[in-house]
T-cell receptor, first 115, second 111 residues
Framework: EPEVTQTPSHQVTQMGQEVILRCVPI?????FYWYRQILGQKVEFLVS????????KSEIFDDQFSVERPDGSNFTLKIRSTKLEDSAMYFC?????????????FGDGTRLSIL | GQQVMQIPQYQHVQEGEDFTTYCNSS?????IQWYKQRPGGHPVFLIQ???SGEVKKQKRLTFQFGEAKKNSSLHITATQTTDVGTYFC???????????WGLGTSLAVNP
C-alpha cells in the first residue's frame, strides 16, 4: 500500500538555524498538509497546500514557516530561524481529493529537537 | 474556532474489559473521522462518520455519530493489548478540510 514518507526521522538543530523537513506524499494525492505534535499534546494543524499554493494556514504558521513543492514529488516545510518551542513531531499528510470524505494519510513524522 | 472535547483523557483497563471514548463538539459537525496513534507512531485513519445517528463497526470497534451530529463515540469490546494507543476524533473543517484535533483518549491495557 502506498505510503507518505518523511525525512529525516529525527533532526537536531541549534536554535536560530534553518531547518527543512521533507515529505513525499502518495503519488496520486493532490492535497497536502503539515501538522505538528508537541510531546504529550494534541496534533495541531499548520498548513494545507493545493495546486502549488497554500489554501489555509493556522496562527502557528507565521513568517518563519514556509512550504514548497519544488518538484512533482516532494513537499517541504522550512523553518527559517528555529526557536526552542519549535521542538515537536512534525507530520505530513496527504489526501486524494479535498472533499471532507477522504481520509488523510500520515507519514511517520520527523522529530525536530531544537537545542 | 471549532473545537472538540474528548473524554476521558486517559483510561486504564484490564485486558478483556470494554472501553469507550466520547467526543463532543459545541457546533454541528458535517462529518467526523477517528484516528488511532500508537505510542511513538503516526495517526492512522480508522473510520469516517457522516450521517446523523450513524453506527459503524470494525470487528471489536463500534463507532457512533450522535443524532444531532454534535457528538461521537468509539467503543471497544473486550480490549486487547494491541488496542493500546491514543484515539482521536477529528472533524474536518476549513477550506481544504484540515483536521481539527481533540486531545485524544490514551488507552492503556493491562495484560
Amino acid at each position: 500500500e502506498p505510503e507518505v514518507t518523511q525525512t529525516p526521522s529525527h533532526q537536531v538543530t541549534q536554535m536560530g538555524q534553518e531547518v527543512i523537513l521533507r515529505c513525499v506524499p502518495i503519488s496520486n494525492h493532490l492535497y497536502f498538509y503539515w501538522y505538528r505534535q508537541i510531546l504529550g499534546q494534541k496534533v495541531e494543524f499548520l498548513v494545507s497546500f493545493y495546486n502549488n499554493e497554500i489554501s489555509e494556514k493556522s496562527e502557528i504558521f507565521d513568517d518563519q514557516f514556509s512550504v514548497e513543492r519544488p518538484d512533482g514529488s516532494n513537499f517541504t516545510l522550512k523553518i527559517r530561524s528555529t526557536k526552542l518551542e519549535d521542538s515537536a513531531m512534525y507530520f505530513c499528510a496527504s489526501t486524494k481529493a479535498g472533499n471532507s470524505n477522504q481520509p488523510q494519510h500520515f507519514g511517520d513524522g520527523t522529530r525536530l529537537s531544537i537545542l | 474556532g471549532q473545537q472538540v472535547m474528548q473524554i476521558p483523557q486517559y483510561q486504564h483497563v484490564q485486558e478483556g474489559e470494554d472501553f469507550t471514548t466520547y467526543c463532543n463538539s459545541s457546533t454541528t459537525l458535517s462529518n467526523i473521522q477517528w484516528y488511532k496513534q500508537r505510542p511513538g507512531g503516526h495517526p492512522v485513519f480508522l473510520i469516517q462518520l457522516v450521517k446523523s445517528g450513524e453506527v459503524k463497526k470494525q470487528k471489536r470497534l463500534t463507532f457512533q455519530f450522535g443524532e444531532a451530529k454534535k457528538n461521537s463515540s468509539l467503543h471497544i469490546t473486550a480490549t486487547q493489548t494491541t488496542d493500546v494507543g491514543t484515539y482521536f476524533c477529528a472533524p474536518r473543517g476549513g477550506n481544504n478540510r484540515k483536521l481539527i484535533w481533540g486531545l485524544g483518549t490514551s488507552l492503556a491495557v493491562n495484560p
